[in-house]
């Protein structure tokens, strides 16, 4: 079955990077689109970004130019660089699969595989 384990949360300072990590197991993750998810307290969940199974990315307005999506094909695994971090990017964060096979980013309604998330927190 579709596994997805993210780490790499963890607290730091506004002006600070993370980098989260996603490990996906159980499907031919080479082929499918990953997106990056995140949920505030108290707020909706909202997409950070995506990559197709191509390396193409797709960034939500609010973390372009901060974040970065990449993807390492042989070692399925999915990464989410974060850098100049803001307390309002605090959040749960999520890392996604799409539903099907396709070679671009879907819109965030068709990830339908999450993993079970991990805790960022900036300060100010």
């Known amino acids: 079955q579709v596994q997805l384990v993210e780490s790499g949360g963890g607290s730091v300072q506004a002006g600070g990077s993370l980098r989260l990590v996603c490990a996906a197991s159980g499907f031919t993750y080479n082929l499918y689109s990953m997106g990056w998810f995140r949920q505030a307290p108290g707020k909706e969940r909202e997409g950070v970004g995506c990559i197709d199974r191509s390396g193409g990315t797709r960034y939500a307005d609010s973390v372009k130019g901060r974040f970065t999506i990449s993807r390492d094909n042989a070692k399925n695994i999915l990464y989410l660089q974060m850098n100049s971090l803001k307390p309002e990017d605090t959040a749960m964060y999520y890392c996604?699969?799409?539903?099907?096979?396709?070679?671009?980013?879907?819109?965030?309604?068709?990830?339908?595989?999450w993993g079970q998330g991990t805790q960022v927190t900036v300060s100010s």
């Open positions: 996604a699969a799409d539903g099907r096979i396709r070679s671009y980013c879907p819109p965030d309604e068709l990830f339908v595989y």
